[in-house]
Nanobody
């Protein structure tokens, strides 16, 4: 059993900052790529930022220069630092991770999702 739990969302004024966290727990063998997605009402879920186990990060054009994704491998946690927030950043933010887990002698690797955390930016 693997769980991803996000925290850090909330209400902030335009120009403000928030830091999201997402911790993976359970019968984890390894955590590979992780990422943050968001979904605004009536819109499709979109990738905000991704971070592989090693190598360079990637960002949606709309957040480049404002958001920073990072991870703490020892804690199986990924973070999203969001600065200069805009009303159009308002959405439910979800983290996702490609995680290998072991159960009853079997090892499987798949993408897991958190339950989401709401970010609301007022103008």
């Amino acid at each position: 059993q693997v769980q991803l739990v996000e925290s850090g969302g909330g209400l902030v004024q335009a120009g403000g900052s928030l830091r999201l966290s997402c911790a993976a727990s359970g019968t984890i063998s390894s955590v590979n790529a992780m990422g943050w997605y968001r979904q605004a009402p009536g819109a499709q879920r979109e990738l905000v930022a991704g971070i592989p186990t090693g190598g360079s990060t990637n960002y949606a054009d709309s957040v480049k220069g404002r958001f920073t994704i990072s991870r703490d491998n020892a804690k199986n946690t990924v973070y999203l630092e969001m600065n200069s927030l805009k009303p159009e950043d308002t959405a439910a933010y979800y983290c996702s991770g490609l995680i290998r887990s072991s159960s009853y002698g079997r090892s499987t690797s798949k993408w897991y999702w958190g339950q989401g955390t709401q970010v609301t930016v007022s103008s």
